[in-house]
Nanobody, 128 residues
Framework: QVQLVESGGGSVQAGGSLRLSCAASVYRFCMGWFRQAPGKEREGVAAIGSDGSTRYADSVKGRFTISKDFAKNTLYLQMNSLAPEDTAVYYC?????????????????????????WGQGTQVTVSS
């Protein structure tokens, strides 16, 4: 059983920064961040593979950074230059069955997998 506990959401003005954290029990496998805005479908934001390679949605590339801290068993999403369109509930996802894969593969597979573990979500609100 993988437990994911998110933190770090909040309200910020456009141009500001936030860092989301996802405490995970074990995470040497595909992990990622997703988000869901009101009235929209959930979408992938970033993914990281077992080798530390990453993949991002085009809308956040250059602004967001996904990373892992193995010592702290924590997945992070550093979000800079936030814009109102980044407002959403952000979810951490993990899939223990996906081990040894790159960030690109994790990006594709996490988006389609039905057996992901999910965090409870954390709200990010960006005002203009």
């Amino acid at each position: 059983q993988v437990q994911l506990v998110e933190s770090g959401g909040g309200s910020v003005q456009a141009g500001g920064s936030l860092r989301l954290s996802c405490a995970a029990s074990v995470y040497r496998f595909c992990m990622g961040w997703f988000r869901q805005a009101p009235g929209k479908e959930r979408e992938g934001v970033a993914a990281i593979g077992s080798d530390g390679s990453t993949r991002y949605a085009d809308s956040v590339k250059g602004r967001f950074t996904i990373s892992k801290d193995f010592a702290k068993n924590t997945l992070y999403l550093q979000m800079n230059s936030l814009a109102p369109e980044d407002t959403a509930v952000y979810y951490c996802a993990a899939n223990p069955s996906l081990r040894g894969f790159s960030g690109g593969y994790c990006w594709t597979t996490l988006s389609a997998a039905a057996d992901n573990y999910w965090g409870q979500g954390t709200q990010v609100t960006v005002s203009s």
